[in-house]
């Protein structure tokens, strides 16, 4: 089994940055990466859950179109960690942000993360 620790969120100011990171731990077997892809789901109240942004271990990258220019991911394999270094916030990047976890599927991934609380006030 596989366990996600996030950490980071907190309330800001719109235009402000916040940094959420996240680290896995469990039976990671190291010759069979079952966390290669590592990310941030979000949830804003009333609204579905989206993607934020993906990286795998060979570091290619994905981002919603909300976020591009302002979010970055980053990840160190070494120690399963994954970072969201978030500029520019504005008060629609209000959301619980969950970390994620799987070989390679994004759309349904097997691991998720408790959920931190970012709150952007305007």
């Known amino acids: 089994q596989v366990q996600l620790a996030e950490s980071g969120g907190g309330l800001v100011q719109a235009g402000g940055s916040l940094r959420l990171s996240c680290t896995a731990s469990g039976n990671i077997p190291t010759n069979y990466n079952i966390v290669d892809t590592m990310g941030w789901y979000r949830q804003a109240p009333g609204k579905q859950r989206e993607l934020v942004a993906v990286?795998?271990?060979?570091?290619?990258?994905t981002y919603a179109d909300s976020v591009m220019g302002r979010f970055t991911i980053s990840r160190d394999n070494a120690r399963n960690t994954v970072w969201l270094q978030m500029n520019i916030l504005k008060p629609e990047d209000t959301a619980v942000y969950y970390c994620i976890a799987d070989r390679y599927d994004t759309r349904y991934p097997r691991y998720w993360g408790q959920g931190t609380q970012v709150t952007v006030s305007s």
């Open positions: 990286i795998s271990s060979a570091a290619n990258s």
